[in-house]
């Protein structure tokens, strides 16, 4: 079975950090992608940051500059480190994986974690 746990939201300030990260766990042989989303209340799911198994990374244009995202293919985590939030950055953040496990090649979702930026 795997699963993917996200750690590290919370409350905090405009113009505040916070780092989340992500762990996955189970019978996973590789890794092709392990991202981040985030959703708004009233708005679609939409892609934060995204890393491939060959180290090549990519983030949104409403986050760049202030969003990096950083994965570890050893211990099959990745991290997002935010910095100078906004308010508008307040959603829930998922962690997303697309890897090959004992039943094939399948897509997982973490459970999420809120992060609120507000004063």
């Known amino acids: 079975q795997v699963r993917l746990v996200e750690s590290g939201g919370g409350l905090v300030q405009p113009g505040g950090s916070l780092r989340l990260s992500c762990a996955a766990s189970?019978?996973?042989?590789?890794?092709?992608?392990m991202d981040w989303y985030r959703q708004a209340p009233g708005k679609q799911r939409e892609l934060v940051a995204g890393?491939?198994?060959?180290?090549?990374?990519n983030v949104g244009d409403s986050v760049q500059g202030r969003f990096t995202i950083s994965r570890d293919n050893a211990k099959n985590t990745v991290n997002l480190q935010m910095n100078s939030l906004k308010p508008e950055d307040t959603a829930v953040y998922y962690c997303?994986?697309?890897?090959?496990?004992?039943?094939?090649?399948?897509?997982?979702w973490g459970q999420g974690t809120q992060v609120t930026v507000s004063s």
């Open positions: 997303y994986a697309d890897l090959l496990g004992t039943y094939g090649r399948q897509k997982y």
């Open positions: 189970g019978n996973i042989f590789t890794i092709y992608a």
């Open positions: 890393s491939g198994s060959g180290g090549s990374t």
